[in-house]
C-alpha cells in the first residue's frame, strides 16, 4: 500500500524534501492508474507533479480554495493527489478509466477534485476568473487556482480571460501553467511560437514568475510571490513530460504514454524505492 503524502493540504511546513517525495507518489499512482490499460496520460503527471505537489502542499486550502483544470486529460494528477486532500476515497483510483466509471481518464463537469475541468482547451481559465470575480463578491478569502497547459496558449480565449482577469485586479486567480513543450501534434515550439510566454503575460497586467518546474525550492519561492502579487498571477513551469522516469525508452510519446508488461514493473520499482 502507498505511503500518504504528509505534506499535502496545507497542514505542515512543506519541506523541499518532502514535497519532492509527495511528487514522486503522484507518479506512483498515476502508473498504477494507467497500467491496466497499458497507455494513457501519464507524461502529464510525469511533468506536472512537482508543480501540483508544490501546490497543494503550500498554499491550496480544500473547501476554501477552488481548483480549476484545464486541459481536461491532466485530471489524472488530481485524482492522484484526492485522498490526501480528503476529496477521494484512494480506492476509487483502481476504477480511473474504466467505463462507468466517476474517474474519467478525459475529466468531465462531473469529475471529483477539481471544482471545474475543461471541455476544449483553452476554456479553464475563463471559468477561473469568472471563480475568483465571484469569490471576490461574496467577500470569501478564497483563492482560484487554475492548471493550464502550454499548449492552451495558442487558444485566443486564453488571452481574453487574462485580459478580464487583469482588468477586474483579480489577485486571488493564480495560474500554474505546465510549460512541457508537449501537444498531440507533437512539441508545441514546432506548432506555434508562444514565446516570450512570461513577457506576454506581464504585457496583460499579470505578475509572471517562470522558473524550472522540477526544481521544488524555486516553485515554492515562485507560489509564495504569486499569493504576494496584488494582481493576478502566473507561476511559469518548465517541465519535461518524462520527467521522473528514467526507464522510459528514448523519444516516448509524452503526451499519451504506451507502457505495458516488463516497463510498468519498472516504473513501479524505480518510484517505490523514492517514495519508501
Not at 101 to 130: F, H, K, M
Request: include cysteine; glycine fraction near 10%; charge should be negative.
Amino acid at each position: 500500500m502507498a505511503k500518504q503524502l504528509p505534506y499535502l493540504g496545507g497542514m505542515m511546513s512543506g519541506r523541499v524534501r518532502d514535497i519532492q517525495r509527495s511528487a514522486d507518489l503522484l507518479r506512483l499512482r498515476a502508473v498504477r492508474m494507467v497500467a491496466p490499460h497499458g497507455f494513457g496520460y501519464l507524461g502529464q503527471v510525469l511533468s506536472s507533479a512537482e508543480l501540483m505537489a508544490s501546490l497543494f502542499s503550500r498554499a491550496f486550502r480544500p473547501g476554501v480554495d477552488e481548483l480549476v483544470v484545464s486541459p481536461g486529460h491532466y485530471i489524472i494528477v488530481a485524482y492522484a493527489a484526492g485522498p490526501e486532500l480528503g476529496l477521494l476515497d484512494e480506492a476509487l483510483l483502481s476504477t480511473y478509466g474504466v467505463d462507468g466509471s466517476s474517474l474519467e481518464a478525459i475529466g468531465t463537469e462531473s469529475s471529483p477534485v477539481a471544482d471545474v475541468t475543461g471541455g476544449s482547451l483553452g476554456q479553464g481559465l475563463s471559468s477561473a476568473a469568472g471563480l475568483a470575480l465571484a469569490a471576490r463578491l461574496r467577500g470569501s478569502e478564497g483563492r482560484v487556482f487554475a492548471l493550464l497547459s502550454d499548449g492552451e496558449l495558442e487558444e485566443g480565449q486564453v488571452w481574453e480571460a487574462a485580459m478580464f482577469a487583469a482588468h477586474r485586479g483579480l489577485d486571488n486567480l493564480v495560474v500554474l501553467l505546465d510549460a512541457n513543450d508537449s501537444q498531440v501534434d507533437g512539441p508545441v515550439s514546432s506548432i506555434t511560437t508562444v514565446e516570450p510566454i512570461a513577457a506576454k503575460w506581464e504585457s496583460f497586467g499579470w505578475t509572471a514568475i517562470d522558473v524550472d518546474g522540477h526544481d521544488v525550492a524555486a516553485l515554492v519561492e515562485a507560489l509564495d510571490e504569486a499569493l504576494a502579487a496584488q494582481r493576478p498571477a502566473i507561476v511559469i513551469a518548465r517541465t519535461s513530460t518524462s520527467h521522473g522516469l528514467s526507464c522510459l525508452p528514448e523519444g516516448a510519446d509524452g503526451h499519451f504514454i504506451k507502457i505495458s508488461g516488463a516497463l510498468i514493473d519498472d516504473a513501479l520499482a524505480e518510484l517505490a524505492a523514492r517514495v519508501d
